[in-house]
């Protein structure tokens, strides 16, 4: 199929191919450069002969009789650089790997899958994981050794690239049988952790939302924010099931946690204080010092966040977040056709965090002497540096130590004064910014994190009644609709330069129902809704375990693997399984589909052991079994969706935090909806053709009523 030179490397014929390479790797290339992943094709140029992860390197392990190096990692992974540099890019550290390996490099990103058997086994085998991820397996897939960064030489008790290599060789050739041996323990191992997640548990426990709020209270940093200590991750999910907890209870320290969290993050250097967007986490406790790529999931995750906060407390700040967040996205992030594209990098020119932090003398040349002295004192840039790294090079990370209210009162200045002079400082220092060396962009469209952000950017649109990100999120649904599935309407998981493949996950099932029932709550368009349905029926039909419940990561369809895992935790992503029950109970109430709700139910039975056990690592989880627990409502609004008093009435409902509640909105011209559920037709305008508001509450509806205060009473929100 490809033309190769003596040492194996495949000659481009036709160049036109690498218009759009990110590296000029002279007139030789490894198989990677015919491949769709930034990542992958950031490593197409090195001299290490890699595969993609496929039959064809399987089969040549065989018939080479060597063993597979597996490497994952992701675009933006700033140790994967590294390695990248000093191994991968290596010519005599490449000779020791060809001559030793059958290489395959996989973007973790593009295939969860793969990602997800592997690192159990990393985690297994050496008590940690992260990436790069290293392991070394048999051609039939089975891992004996694992682990993640290698340098090229030994580093104190950390073995080089240099030693590591020779000594498997040299193991493969004289000690296969040890080798193999620790393969297939390690294989059983595996399948066993994987076998089953219900170990015959009775079912959730009756205070299983209490034990989560409890350990997160035990958890809390009560001096920054967050929970635990340093590197601290946002879990914006973690907030959100907070102030569900608050609102079940009133418990005020719950609703503090969140206030608290949300504020410090956002004042921190964790934030983009110029260009806005969250970087990664935080490697120290205060927010401060951040690893700085920008992931498309934790801006879509906090924005859902910020939102509940600000609906709880009316406060305009967090309103404000949320709007800066999806400035970000859509300035930055957004693709021509509508997608939503992955990440940006921490690095720049080779250095982390370059691109985003400051000297005093390069803020005073933009603002000049006085202007510079305001902004200075607010965000914390000092001629020194305000940060470890940045004592050596005098470099500081904008960063507010104080509220500008705070500022306000002690500088004597009217609030809204400061703000817009703030705001006009940050314009300039940002227009210089962006004369910078960019951070690289992972441009590669992925329909789990994708679903994410339309989720959060249509709730978005909702709240904060802006037309801007109803027209953005619905553009970037379409996108999905049309580009990331295949010929039978079923979703692919990635889209890169016109070309969509890989099998989906659940994670990408379960993103994009969500998503699109909050662009039907949004549209009241009834095709979103329907393709919610036909998404979950497809789900169900190829993602769920008959046996013991809960679905699976991949589908019966997919590619089969040493092991089909199911998976619940809520880590910096929130699980499939955790998602798609919410689905299922929403889906229920909405369509009175009950055998829907039963679908949630067996979610929790599921993973009800480790729920009752650690109940905070799934509080995604623990949002659905709140609104499984009630009270819910279905808030059924009859009238045109044209009528401004209908959209008055929806825009009023949408002003409060109402998290177990769905809308469906039953207007008499729409003949679709009502034909697909025929109960709908005898919700009605009044005689005069005023709208109605229904609020249906455990399977019975309260008198209809256009009164906006006595539909707020019958919510529970009344006086």
């Known amino acids: 199929m490809y033309q190769y030179n003596e040492n194996g490397r495949i000659i481009i014929p036709d160049r036109s191919i690498l218009d759009t390479f990110p590296k000029d790797g002279g007139e030789y290339f490894n198989r990677l450069v015919f491949e769709s992943s930034p990542y992958l094709l950031q490593h197409a140029a090195n001299p290490v002969n890699w595969y993609p992860w496929g039959d064809e390197a399987f089969e040549a392990a065989l018939r080479e009789d060597k063993p597979i190096f597996l490497s994952i990692g992701y675009t933006t992974c700033h140790w994967c650089h590294v390695m990248e540099h000093e191994s991968f890019e290596d010519s005599t550290v490449a000779a020791l790997m060809n001559d030793a390996f059958i290489c395959i490099k996989v973007d973790r990103e593009e295939r969860p899958d793969i990602d997800n058997v592997y690192m159990s086994v990393t985690q297994m085998i050496t008590g940690r994981g992260g990436w790069p991820m290293t392991v070394i397996m048999t051609p039939d897939k089975k891992p004996f050794f694992a682990g993640t960064y ?179 996205i859509l300035r930055v992030m957004t693709s021509p056709e509508g997608g939503f594209y992955s990440a940006e990098d921490a690095d720049s020119e080779g250095e982390e965090g370059k691109y985003y932090v400051w000297t005093t003398s390069e803020v005073e040349d933009i603002l000049g002497e006085k202007d510079a002295t305001l902004f200075n004192r607010a965000f914390e840039i000092k001629s020194n540096g305000n940060f470890r790294d940045g004592y050596a090079t005098q470099t500081n990370i904008p960063h507010l130590t104080s509220s500008l209210d705070v500022w306000s009162k002690s500088l004597n200045i009217p609030s809204d004064e400061l703000m817009r002079q703030i705001d006009h400082f940050r314009k300039s220092l940002f227009e210089q910014r962006e004369l910078r060396v960019h951070p690289q962009k992972d441009d590669k469209i992925l329909t789990d994190w994708n679903g994410l952000m339309i989720s959060a950017m249509a709730r978005a649109a909702q709240v904060l009644h802006d037309e801007k990100l109803e027209n953005a999120s619905v553009k970037a649904m379409d996108f999905i609709l049309s580009h990331l599935v295949d010929e039978a309407g079923n979703l692919v998981k990635r889209y890169r330069n016109g070309v969509s493949g890989i099998h989906a996950t659940v994670e990408d099932y379960a993103f994009v129902i969500w998503g699109l029932m909050e662009v039907y709550e949004l549209t009241f368009d009834v095709k979103y809704l329907k393709k919610a349905v036909e998404l979950s029926d497809y789900q169900l039909a190829h993602f769920w375990d008959v046996t013991t419940g809960g679905f699976y990561f991949t589908s019966d369809e997919s590619e089969e693997l040493l092991v089909r895992v199911k998976e619940a935790y809520d880590g910096a992503i929130p699980s499939g399984n955790s998602v798609s029950a919410m689905n299922f109970l929403k889906l229920g109430r909405m369509l009175s589909r009950p055998d829907y709700e039963v679908i949630s139910t067996q979610i929790f039975n599921a993973f009800s052991t480790k729920l009752n056990r650690s109940s905070s690592g799934f509080s995604q989880m623990l949002q659905a079994i709140d609104f499984s627990q009630g009270p819910t409502f279905e808030i059924l609004i009859a009238g045109k969706i044209d009528d401004d008093r209908t959209i008055r009435l929806i825009n009023e409902i949408r002003s409060v935090f109402l998290p177990n509640a769905v809308m469906i909105l039953v207007d008499p011209n729409d003949t679709e909806l009502i034909s697909w559920l025929p109960h709908l037709q005898y919700y009605h305008e009044s005689d005069g053709g005023e709208p109605l508001v229904y609020v249906c509450q455990n399977f019975t509806c309260k008198l209809p009523t256009s009164d906006i205060q006595s539909v707020l009473e019958q919510l529970g929100l009344g006086k």
């Not at 719950?254 to 921190?268: D, F, I, N």
């Not at 927010?287 to 406060?315: C, N, S």
């Open 150 to 328: 290698f340098p090229k030489e030994t580093r104190g008790n950390r073995i080089g690239m240099m030693e590591l290599i020779p000594r498997i060789q040299s193991l493969w050739q004289s000690d296969r049988e040890k080798l193999l041996s620790d393969a297939e323990s390690n294989t059983q191992r595996l399948q066993s952790v994987n076998t089953t997640n219900s170990e015959g548990s009775a079912g959730i426990s009756s205070t299983v939302l209490e034990q989560g709020f409890q350990t997160f209270q035990q958890r809390f940093d009560s001096e920054y924010g967050g929970f635990g200590s340093a590197p601290k991750f946002p879990k914006a999910h973690d907030y959100s099931f907070l102030l569900r907890y608050w609102k079940k209870t009133g418990n005020l320290q719950s609703l503090a946690m969140v206030e608290k969290s949300l504020t410090e993050m956002r004042s921190g250097g964790m934030y983009d204080q110029i260009g806005y967007g969250f970087h990664r986490y935080s490697t120290d406790t205060e927010w401060l010092v951040p690893h700085f790529e920008k992931m498309l999931y934790d801006q879509a995750i906090l924005v859902h966040a910020y939102l509940d906060a600000y609906l709880v407390t009316g406060k305009e700040e967090y309103a404000q977040t949320a709007r800066e967040i999806m400035d970000y």
